[in-house]
């Protein structure tokens, strides 16, 4: 969730049920959310029991895999699958290398059908949306202005290479927990943040906070990002890892009319047009900005995106002019809605660090520790708020020291839907469909007589 947010509330473990508005007070954003999170909780959880990890209404459960022979490609059926208590809908059948969430290219090595036997099986997501990325949430009305955001649930069908001995669903080599293990370990890299004392000369000014206090900055929602995980899958060092900061949690964006790459002296520049250079200095660019280019597509491949510097800016003609090329090339297509977003770290930063017993400095007094176990994923974040009348940091405390906390986000759920393999027999490619399916509640209309399931006679 890169949205301009104050914080987010939200705690599992605080067990609380509603959020109650009171008269004549400050309405902040945090509230809002965190009910809708509350009831969100509640459903997702509520579901999850009722019907398990994953399944389908029996009869139009959906995500039926099949093999097109005419497009050399698997198919997947239309209708409803839910995967830890989430709504996944497809509306229409569509085949592997084309999905709504997914476009892969059939002739890229990476997204070829693997070789048999292999799992089909479902990766679910959220993605924040904002009225950059779809202009249909802006109120047009308002001339611009900017409210609230959204987010949608983003399904992908993926496969992966099985060992020989796994001929159906219930003989699956790697076994499915050792799959989602790979995909997302349950020991995930965790992090601490605190604040160190910054030297400064006192001041006269009686709005200035007390040389004293450690965080003099404004009030922020801070957003610690990973941006390289380590070189090898499943290595558990944050060895090799990288990150980058945002001091508004990775939400100025900018939406890009156009992108060209060239080369200069062997090296790459990448000149932007951007739609505009934002409201005011807060939300704006400027030389030695480091951003990093992203649209849809590169979003739900979930790729690093290389973090490029600003080397100069046309304010007149909203050009800017970058080091480096972004991963994708030149390709530019407007219906993937392309943006340009600013991080405020001076690049990607390395997860160790040898000085300081390992806290790494962000700006303004806090600082950040990654622990040494752990599995590091791109795209792991952690939210630190930052305010400026306490002159601290909102961070979980263990026993007097900052805890370490695993990632905010983000939470990918999976669910196994078919095996392909070749059968034992006439070695015809065979589809062992994994998925569940549930019987749903009775209903009987009332007319004096049974209502609902199990109904006494009235």
């Not at 592997?96 to 048999?116: A, G, I, V």
């Not at 065979?430 to 609902?452: A, I």
Request: proline share 5%; glycine share 8%; charged share 25%.
């Amino acid at each position: 969730m890169q949205g301009d947010f104050s914080r987010d509330t939200f705690a599992v473990q605080k067990h609380f049920r509603r959020v109650l508005k009171q008269q004549g007070r400050v309405d902040l954003d945090a509230d809002w959310n965190e009910q809708i999170s509350i009831l969100l909780h509640y459903l997702q959880t509520l579901t999850a029991d009722l019907i398990g990890p994953h399944g389908g209404p029996a009869g139009h459960s959906g995500f039926e895999v099949s093999i097109d022979w005419q497009h050399k490609t698997i198919g997947i059926g239309a209708g409803h699958y839910y995967v830890a208590g989430i709504l996944c809908e497809n509306e229409t059948p569509c085949h592997y290398y084309h999905q709504p969430d997914c476009q892969l290219d059939r002739n890229d090595e990476d997204y070829k059908l693997p070789k048999l036997p292999f799992l089909v099986y479902l990766d679910v997501w959220e993605q924040h949306v904002s009225a950059v990325e779809d202009s249909s949430i802006r109120e047009v009305a308002l001339n611009g202005a900017d409210t609230a955001t959204r987010s949608r649930v983003v399904w992908q069908v993926k496969t992966v290479h099985l060992n020989s001995g796994s001929s159906d669903c219930a003989n699956l080599d790697p076994s499915w927990d050792a799959l989602v293990e790979q995909w997302q370990p349950k020991h995930r890299g965790r992090m601490r943040a605190k604040l160190q004392n910054v030297d400064q000369p006192p001041s006269t000014d009686r709005c200035t906070i007390s040389p004293d206090a450690r965080y003099r900055g404004e009030n922020q929602l801070y957003r610690v990002e990973i941006h390289q995980s380590s070189p090898e899958e499943g290595d558990e060092l944050s060895q090799g890892a990288t990150f980058k900061w945002s001091r508004d949690n990775a939400s100025v964006v900018f939406p890009i009319r156009s992108i060209a790459v060239t080369q200069e002296n062997d090296d790459p520049k990448t000149t932007v047009l951007l739609e505009h250079l934002g409201r005011d200095s807060r939300f704006g660019l400027a030389a030695g900005n480091w951003v990093e280019i992203v649209d849809h597509r590169s979003t739900w491949h979930q790729g690093v995106h290389p973090l490029l510097q600003i080397e100069s800016i046309d304010v007149v003609e909203r050009r800017l002019v970058l080091k480096g090329a972004p991963a994708h090339g030149t390709r530019f297509n407007e219906a993937h809605h392309p943006l340009l977003r600013r991080w405020d770290s001076a690049g990607a930063i390395d997860t160790r660090s040898a000085a300081n017993d390992g806290w790494i400095p962000l700006e303004d007094g806090i600082e950040v520790k990654f622990e040494a176990d752990g599995a590091y994923r791109s795209g792991d974040y952690w939210f630190i708020p930052a305010r400026r009348a306490i002159a601290n940091i909102e961070w979980e405390m263990d026993h007097d020291q900052p805890a370490a906390l695993p990632p905010h986000g983000v939470m990918h759920y999976f669910a196994p839907l078919a095996v392909i393999a070749s059968d034992r027999y006439s070695g015809q490619r065979v589809v062992h469909d994994c998925r569940c399916t549930f019987t749903s509640l009775e209903c009987r209309p009332y007319y004096g007589s049974n209502m609902g399931v199990g109904g006494e006679q009235v």
